[in-house]
Structure formats: C-alpha cells, structure tokens
C-alpha cells in the first residue's frame, strides 16, 4: 500500500479540499481528542509543527491531541512551546509519550521511566522497527527520513523460544503504575495477541491497538476479539481521506464500514495520523472521514463517542469505571 499523495497534486489543493462548510461535522467534532498526530520536528519531513496542530485543532473545538513522534519523545518539545512560544494560551491539552524504536534504546525501561515523569501519556511499543512495519515497508514503501539514519533489526517483544522480554514486564508495570496508555505501536497480529495478555497481567487499563488495517494485518473478527477483552482500537482517517482522489491508498471507506461494524461502538477511537509533509491537516482529514462516514449512516451520536467520548477514556480515565463496551 503506497501512502502519499497522488501525481500531480499540490498541497495547495489538499487545503483548499478541506474548506467546506458542514455544521454538523462541525458539532461532532466539538471536544474532539485526535490520539495520533504527527507534527514536527521529526526526521520524517513533516507540514507542521506542534504549535500550530495545536491551533488548528482550538478552531474546531478540540479538547486534546496527542503528538507522536517515531524517533523520540516530544515532551521537551511541548513543555518548551507551553513555556516560551504561548502554547499554554491555546485551549487544547497537548500530550506525548514514547515510541520504543531504536533511536530510544528500543524497549527500554528508563526511556519510559523518563518519559513518564515528564507527564508522558502514551507509551508505544516499536512502530518503525516492528517485524510487522520493516515487512511493510520493504513491499509498499514508507515515508523516508530526511537524515540519514541507520535501520536497525526488528525489535522483537519475546525471544527466540516465544517468552516474553524481562524489559516488556517492566515497561507494562511502570504505565500500570503511572495509569498511562499502552499503544500496541506496528507490532503484527501474534506480537499484539501475546502483548494485550501481559498488558491485563499487569493491571494495565488503557491499552490502544492503532490501524489494525494498515501495517498490523489484523481482520475484522481478530480487531473485534481484541476489543470484547479490553482494548481500545483506534482507526486513521488519514488512512481514508482519498479527498477527491487525493490520497495515494489502497483501503477505500467501506473497508472502514467493514472494520467499525466488527467492533463494539464502546471500544472505537477515529484519529487522523497525518500531519506528514505531503498529508492534509489533520483536522481536514477528520472532518473529511466524519463527512463520508454521515454519508454512510453512521449517527453524530456514534461518531461523537468514536472522536470525543472513547478518546477521552483512554486519555483522561474518564469513564473506564462503567466498563462499557458497547
């Protein structure tokens, strides 16, 4: 699956795709939490930065994003931005975290230690260095980073005999203690099974499967079973948003449909994951797939709890105590 733009198209067009009127998106995104956006800096060449995805998301009435960074941690960043550059007078929580890749030290307890007492949210296991994600990328092609940087191997969760890492026990306890979120990151579908019965071991809450759809290689029944034992599944507009033909992707909106008909209404969380150099603005991309997905039938009730009151269980706790699923 190539990602990317399509030939001829300008980022001009991309923005002037995201003017339109719609009310009633409007409405549904207003509290909005975006749980995956990419802003800079970053090696991976990006159209924004974390100031302003923070700003675009108070025009709409977003309460919260999430900045996620492949490489390293944005908390320096936006601590940085809160302090120096008015980021604490935009009225939208921002949040990071971790990606557990090379460039960290791989699964390493004290980069999440650290990150976690920066206020560190999220925690996600191996994206880029994932067995699942260099398979990907080595078929369909991933965006390349702007410095030249070294790939290391796949960063496995378990050894050669099947059991799992010393370093995963630890990292599941200290983001069951800090009551943070474990993303599930690009591990393919036998790494998520055994990660999703450690993570309950542990007593984590939150737990997050990002784009079952895309790089992990996850059915509708295998992405509903992981949602009946507990875990959030979040699902990336930017995956969707072919924007008039804009977007170069191979999933078309009714494997959306497909997808969020398999899981409990309860357990789906809608992202944009762009924020790319060559992607729409996030908040483009998700008025946008909310748009088509109104289009489908989908209520502005469901989709208010896909983009406001899910996101906000994961993120602020809100709403875990009632267990509820559906």
């Keep these: 699956m190539a990602i990317g733009l399509r030939p001829g198209v300008t980022r001009d067009r991309l923005d002037e795709a995201g003017r339109f009127d719609d009310p009633l998106v409007d409405e549904v995104l207003r509290g909005a939490i975006d749980l995956h956006v990419h802003p800079g800096p970053s090696p991976l060449p990006r159209r924004m930065g974390v100031l302003e995805a923070a700003s675009d998301a108070a025009r709409y009435g977003y309460r919260a994003i999430v900045a996620k960074s492949h490489h390293h941690s944005m908390l320096s960043e936006i601590q940085a931005l ?20 090379h460039q960290v030290g791989g699964l390493n307890p ?49 050894d050669n005999r099947g059991r799992r890492l010393p370093e995963v026990t630890d990292i599941l306890q200290q983001i069951a203690a800090a009551g943070a979120v474990l993303n599930t990151g690009h591990l393919g ?20 499967v990002s784009h079952p759809d895309f790089i992990v290689g996850a059915d509708p029944e295998r992405v509903r079973r992981w949602a009946e034992a ?16 804009l977007r170069a992707t191979d999933l078309k909106l009714g494997d959306l449909v497909r997808y ?32 088509d997905l109104l289009a489908e039938g989908f209520t502005a009730e469901t989709l208010r709890r896909y983009v406001v009151d899910n996101p906000a269980a994961v993120l602020y706790g809100e709403g875990l105590a009632r267990g509820d699923a559906r």
């Design 82 to 101: 809160r302090d120096e550059a008015g980021l604490a007078d935009v009225p939208v929580d921002v949040f990071g975290g971790v990606a557990l890749n």
């Design 110 to 158: 004290y980069a999440v230690e650290y990150a976690l007492a920066l206020g560190g949210r999220v925690v996600w296991f191996p994206t880029i260095a994932s067995d699942a994600h260099l398979c990907h990328h080595e078929e369909a092609g991933f965006p390349t980073a702007g410095l030249s940087l070294r790939h290391g191997p796949p960063i496995p969760i378990a």
């Design 189 to 208: 579908v036998a790494e998520i099974d055994m990660l999703l019965a450690e993570a309950r071991a542990a007593g984590v809450e939150r737990v997050v």
């Design 230 to 245: 507990g875990a959030y599944v979040e699902f990336c507009c930017g995956l969707y948003d072919e924007a008039g033909g």
């Design 260 to 291: 969020l008909s398999a899981v409990p209404e309860g357990r789906v969380v809608l992202a944009s994951d762009v924020g790319q150099r060559t992607s729409p603005r996030p908040v483009d991309t998700m008025r946008r797939t909310l748009r």
